[in-house]
């Protein structure tokens, strides 16, 4: 029997067949449901993020296509404010990101079904992860791109729902009727792909030996932020740790994705309402509550939480240190 379901969180039907990337009845967003009974990590995949498959969408890891993903080092940095900063260097992935872990569950889910090519929308480090992981499982691999677009430029209008419609549900819709396998890192393409940044929160776990008080993730739609707050919430209800961390998405302020437009909805991997405007510092840095909105994108409800805060061109660690400076990380 297998450890998890498959439902379509819009109309929360389950979905039997195996190779859906979206529902079989009304073409909403897939998540997974997973039984928490008996998990234990499996310490044949020592080192790699493959030591947590009961929490992916596979029945076997055996069939895993992996480079060797995840088991990335957590490293001491200076602290701030007299907390202890760490560092999770994604960089040590095979091919140099974190879009391996979500690569590697597509790419085998991929291969799990049949598939011969791997599509994807990128024009970064997701395409590089896709080419390497279907190369790996001896797939072709294709990467869809706008000509002569700025890659800074680029990944936002992906997110923006307004802006997907001409690229990303065209190449959903050419996908779908050639049957081709879409990789691409957004949930309403691809739900497995999402599963992999779970990873990283099991593994700051378990090198800890509980979870931070804050994990500050740079954000541009929303689905890496969203997935390691899975992870987080897994390990919760696993009993793991005791609380939850509080999360921090950091954007770079000139193009925000998230806040750039009047709508409701970043397109799949967040829901953000924006509250205030981008440089309300009263606003003040996002939170738990804000990824409960995230979250809840999936049910279609309006989230209250707040905004990303705007932090600057820098992303990551060079985001999290004016953060630090304003002492955001106090209580
Ligand atoms: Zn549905």
């Known amino acids: ?197 779970k990873t990283i929160a099991y593994e700051i776990v378990e090198e800890l030996g509980g979870a931070p008080d804050w994990v500050v993730v740079p954000v541009g739609g929303g689905g890496t932020i969203s997935g390691i707050w899975r992870g987080f919430r897994d390990c919760h209800a696993l009993g793991l740790i005791d609380s939850l961390p509080r999360m921090i998405g950091v954007v770079p302020r000139d193009y925000n994705a998230l806040e750039v437009a009047e709508y409701d909805w970043v397109y799949p991997a967040g829901i953000l309402r924006p509250v205030g405007t981008a440089h309300d510092r009263s606003a003040g840095a996002t939170s738990d509550r804000w990824l409960r909105g995230c979250e809840l994108l999936y049910f279609r409800a309006r989230s209250r939480g707040r905004p990303p805060r705007h932090i600057g061109r820098g992303l990551g660690l060079a985001g999290f240190q004016p953060l630090a400076r304003e002492r955001e990380f106090e209580g």
């Not at 799990?112 to 896709?130: K, M, Q, W």
């Not at 869809?144 to 065209?170: C, H, N």
Request: proline content about 6%.
């Open 1 to 197: 029997m297998s450890r998890f379901r498959k439902i379509c969180l819009k109309c929360d039907e389950q979905q039997r067949d195996t190779a859906a990337l979206n529902c079989g009845i009304c073409a909403g967003p897939l998540g997974f449901h997973y039984s928490y009974d008996d998990v234990t990590w499996d310490d044949r995949f020592e080192g790699s993020m493959w030591r947590y498959w009961p929490l992916l969408p596979v029945d076997a890891p055996e069939g895993a296509v992996t480079l060797g993903e995840g088991g990335t080092p957590l490293l001491p940095a200076q602290s701030f404010n007299g907390r202890q900063v760490y560092l999770k260097d994604e960089t040590r992935n095979p091919t140099g990101s974190h879009k391996d872990r979500s690569l590697s569950v597509a790419i085998t889910h991929a291969k799990a079904v049949g598939a011969d090519v791997s599509v994807i929308v990128s024009t970064g480090s997701a395409g590089i992860s896709n080419a390497a992981l279907a190369a790996r499982a001896g797939m072709r691999s294709a990467v869809v791109m706008t000509e002569g677009t700025p890659p800074e430029r680029l990944y936002p209008m992906f997110e923006v729902k307004a802006q997907i419609d001409p690229i990303v549900e065209g190449v959903i819709s050419v996908c779908r009727e050639r049957g081709l396998y879409l990789s691409t890192t957004s949930r309403n393409s691809n739900p497995y792909q999402c599963e992999g940044n």
